[in-house]
């Protein structure tokens, strides 16, 4: 049987520079569908069963992110369900995996996909709780419905909890945070889900970006844009995701954001704020400070030690989906960071960080969601 690479599916993204010999597949990572980006790769291997591999991502040198190699092993199924991690090297410039597949078939990506079939289906069994409401708010540039869950029933002495996810569409463990998050706050036994269902209403997108996450792009939509560039100024023509979003959230208010997305480089689960803004109060650094500190106690993969240096301000920071919130709600609005490799202060040599890890990481959030919102009461 001969070699075979193929991308032709649901977030597929490769091109093939050659591929007659198992041992000598030379591959380039393809730029975002608009956009001159490239680090989201998710291919299929036919043929080489019993064979040893030597993959070469030639260009990984000049993706958006090259740091992002360092320390990075490639995560590879042959049922695209179970997901592990493959031996991975990078020189400077080549990214080279090393694996001798067990089965005819083999996908390798960069991270755990998180398909749009499967988007779908947890609209779907969200939908089916007696608490959730499912709204369309309309359509994305390629046709696909912008979905929001409302979860809890409004009133107006409930606090207004917003998740949103996949701004970046090959942030793939960020919806894998959101499913374990929706799990933990539907299921009838939990008990920061039960005690948040009588205190606030959760709007969650999970996924901000279905075109990009359907065309297997790493950041941008199908224009080209950034969602997390497009909050100050949004359009339905560039970025209706955000503009749609945006449009809800300010005809229900928001008292805490968490917007949620994945790290290239750090291998740590980590928060940005809104320090770089200029109106931060102190009110708001105690409060940031108070929720890193009641994550850690709920789950330990969480950490305040790394993460982003402060930046000072400049205009692109209302560009920002966080910033923007805290600036226009003055509310507790908090970027969520997970990473892509693993994390280094517990780490898994078998699966890395993956999307189980995502989603346990979910349900742990529901405990200082529950502590900040007691916070604002007082």
Not at 104 to 113: H, I
């Amino acid at each position: 049987m001969s070699i075979k690479i193929s991308s032709r599916f649901d977030a597929g993204a490769i091109e093939v520079v050659n591929a007659t010999s198992a041992n000598a597949i030379d591959l380039n990572i393809r730029k975002d569908s608009h956009a001159d980006i490239t680090q989201w790769f998710y291919f299929r291997l036919q043929g080489a069963q019993g064979e040893p591999c030597t993959i070469r991502l030639l260009n990984a040198g000049q993706s958006a992110y090259p740091k992002g190699w360092e320390d990075y092993n490639a995560m590879a199924s042959y049922d695209r369900v179970n997901w592990f991690r493959v031996p991975t090297s990078f020189d400077g410039q080549v990214l080279t995996i090393e694996h001798t597949p067990a089965m005819d078939s083999v996908y390798y990506a960069y991270f755990e996909p998180y398909s749009w079939e499967r988007h779908l289906e947890l609209l779907d069994r969200a939908q089916q709780s007696e608490h959730v409401r499912m709204l369309d708010l309309g359509s994305t540039i390629d046709g696909h419905d912008l979905n929001m869950l409302v979860i809890g029933e409004s009133d107006e002495n409930k606090k207004k909890v917003w998740v949103i996810a996949r701004q970046h569409p090959g942030e793939t463990m960020a919806e894998w945070f959101v499913e374990g998050m929706l799990d933990a706050l539907l299921d009838p036994a939990h008990p920061f889900g039960r005690q948040l269902l009588k205190e606030t209403v959760f709007y969650v997108v999970p996924n901000m970006n279905p075109d990009g996450s359907v065309r297997g792009n790493l950041r941008t939509n199908a224009a080209g844009a950034n969602l997390n560039r497009e909050w100050f100024a949004p359009s339905m023509e560039r970025s209706p995701e955000v503009f749609l979003v945006r449009q809800k959230m300010h005809e229900t208010g928001v008292d805490l954001l968490l917007d949620v997305h994945g790290d290239e480089g750090l291998p740590y689960v980590f928060i940005a704020g809104s320090d770089a803004l200029p109106t931060f109060t102190a009110e708001q650094a105690a409060a940031q400070k108070a929720f890193s500190s009641d994550f850690m106690t709920a789950s330990p993969d969480f950490q305040d030690v790394y993460g982003y240096p402060k930046e000072p301000y400049t205009d692109e920071v209302l560009t920002m989906g966080s910033p923007y919130v805290t600036h226009a709600f003055g509310c507790l609005s908090l970027t969520l960071e997970l990473p892509f490799k693993d994390n280094a202060n517990d780490p898994d040599p078998q699966v890395g960080w993956d999307g189980a890890r995502s989603s346990r990481l979910g349900g742990a959030v529901l405990q200082p969601v529950l502590r900040a919102i007691h916070a604002l009461k007082k």
